[in-house]
């Protein structure tokens, strides 16, 4: 994944929560625009948790990133 990539999810609009998956098997959730930081190089980024944990990721290792359905399977914005 490049930062280029990253950037446009973080700048969407609205912003939709996603889980970055990482070449080791694991999976990081990205909650909010918020809890994102990218260092100056564009290579790597912390992702904050709301527990106040927090992951260092260098892009490189990004397999995919993820959007999740809503927990209620509804869209937001959708009408029934």
Do not use: C
Request: glycine residues 4%; hydrophobic residues 40%.
């Amino acid at each position: 994944m490049t930062i280029e990539q990253l950037r446009a999810t973080y700048e969407a609009t609205p912003f939709r929560p996603f889980v970055l998956h990482l070449a080791d098997g694991r999976e990081v959730p990205v909650h909010s625009r918020e809890f994102i930081s990218p260092a100056p190089s564009g290579r790597t980024i912390v992702i904050w948790q709301p527990n106040d944990s927090m992951n260092i990721i260098d892009l490189l290792v990004v397999t995919d990133l993820e959007f999740k359905a809503a927990a209620n399977g509804t869209r937001k914005g959708r009408k029934r």
